[in-house]
């Protein structure tokens, strides 16, 4: 029987990108249900005229926008230390473990930021039926876009620092806990991403892709770093 730190070394592929792929695919195209659920949950938080949370409102803006950004700056300063000067952090940290933290932090943004210029995806903001004048059409990620068409919506950026943090569960998954990581990232990256919707800046679907892509990267980084592994080289 394969021991927890060897199943932690190589998490599977198959659920993370079937996820993703069913995702894009049932958001995408017409026909599927995807842009009837978009557009229910985004009716949610449109009253007709205003978003329920002003784009103005600093104290949403604080606790989900700033807030939160400093928190996995912080984070990232302490595992670069800790990556640097392994020998003053403890051992359960160590230095393989910290790099595979920073690489996700870092590649999941990044990815999530670049798509979007494949994508043309357009914010609720952006859209005629939000009433902005001379607003934009509704359209789906398969769509034709006509020229001029919005590019900066899907995948979500702001959300994507958040869904990183998912990393946590894999840099850790030997230990029992870890199911209270991965909770507690999601909910942190939940937060980040409902906060936009909630001020029209991004959909549903957009929010869920973009947890999707960073699955994919943990998991995928997790195969080739196996930061599991970092307990038996910690000084690595």
């Given at each position: 029987m394969d021991s927890p730190t060897q199943v932690a070394d190589r998490p599977g592929v198959f659920w993370p990108c079937a996820t993703l792929v069913a995702l894009v695919a049932f958001f995408g195209f017409h026909g599927?249900?995807?842009?009837?659920?978009?557009?229910?949950?985004?009716?949610?938080?449109?009253?007709?005229?205003?978003?329920?949370i002003p784009k103005d409102s600093g104290f949403f803006h604080a606790l989900a926008y700033n807030g939160p950004k400093v928190l996995i700056i912080i984070w990232a300063v302490f595992l670069v230390l800790a990556a640097a000067l392994p020998a003053y952090f403890p051992a359960w940290l160590?230095?393989?473990?910290?790099?595979?933290?920073?690489?996700?932090?870092?590649?999941?943004?990044v990815v999530c930021t670049q798509?979007?210029?494949?994508t043309h995806m357009a914010t609720p903001s952006d859209l005629a039926m939000y009433g902005v004048?001379?607003?934009?059409?509704?359209?789906?990620?398969?769509?034709?876009?006509?020229?001029?068409?919005?590019?900066?919506?899907?995948?979500?950026?702001?959300?994507?620092?958040?869904?990183?943090?998912?990393?946590?569960?894999?840099?850790?998954a030997e230990f029992r806990p870890r199911r209270l990581g991965l909770a507690l990232m999601g909910a942190f990256g939940g937060w980040m991403g409902f906060y936009q919707i909630a001020r029209g800046e991004h959909f549903?679907?957009?929010?869920?892709v973009t947890a999707a892509i960073a699955w994919v990267i943990c998991v995928?980084?997790?195969?080739?770093?196996?930061?599991?592994s970092s307990l038996s080289c910690s000084a690595s």
């Open positions: 599927t249900g995807g842009e009837s659920v978009d557009l229910w949950f985004q009716a949610i938080f449109w009253n007709g005229s205003a978003w329920l160590g230095r393989r473990r910290a790099l595979y933290l920073l690489a996700c932090m870092a590649i999941v943004p798509l979007r210029s494949i004048p001379s607003g934009f059409p509704h359209l789906l990620l398969f769509d034709a876009k006509p020229p001029g068409y919005p590019s900066h919506a899907f995948p979500a950026g702001h959300a994507s620092g958040g869904f990183a943090l998912l990393s946590i569960y894999f840099a850790w549903i679907s957009h929010t869920l995928g980084l997790a195969r080739m770093i196996r930061p599991a």
